[in-house]
């Protein structure tokens, strides 16, 4: 029975939790449902903090409006199961949600091959472009974001080229 504790804030790596945003609002051009808070997860394994436990090891889950994400997952990884989670919130803002959870899943995991394939199907490599693209089309977006967001691993080494602007 895997146990489970939210991340706080600090303890978020920013590129992903930037990253489930972006992915939140792409979705959400689709969903058009009142956005769920997110928050990371992480399994816990000898003792310490547990927020909630699990019969089956979890990569997310959508509760009281409230999307929960394990944390260190690849993008393209993270990409599906925010979107399968966010559908799960529109499941339950829509009054679609269906008995069976058979077919609730089904439905979450056909939302998140339709957001793949309206991403152009990327690779790894390509996920976070094609998402910085979709997410351009609707609002600008913020040199700090997309830079981050592309520039994998490059903020974690301290470089910051944007401290001296404004
Ligand atoms: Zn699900």
Redesign the pocket.
């Known amino acids: 029975m895997p146990n489970y504790r939210v991340l706080k804030h600090y303890e978020v790596d920013e590129r992903e939790s930037l990253i489930a945003q972006v992915t939140a609002e792409v979705a959400n051009c689709i969903l058009h449902i009142r956005l769920p808070r997110q928050s990371f997860i992480e399994e816990v394994y000898n003792g310490g903090v547990v927020d909630f436990r699990r019969d089956e090891p979890i990569l997310?889950l959508?509760h009281l409006n409230h999307v929960y994400v394990l944390k260190g997952l690849s993008d393209i990884d993270l990409v599906r199961v925010v979107s399968?989670?966010y559908?799960?919130g529109w499941q339950v803002q829509s009054g679609e949600y269906w008995d069976s959870f058979k077919l609730?899943?089904y439905d979450?995991?056909l939302f998140s091959r339709e957001l793949a394939s309206y991403l152009g199907h990327p690779s790894e490599s390509q996920i976070a472009a094609r998402l910085i693209t979709a997410y351009g089309m609707r609002k600008p977006i913020s040199l700090y974001v997309r830079d981050l967001i592309l520039n994998k691993g490059a903020w974690k080494n301290g470089v910051n080229k944007y401290q001296f602007e404004s």
Request: hydrophobic share 10%; charged share 40%.
């Open positions: 997310g959508y399968h989670e559908r799960h609730r899943e979450a995991g």
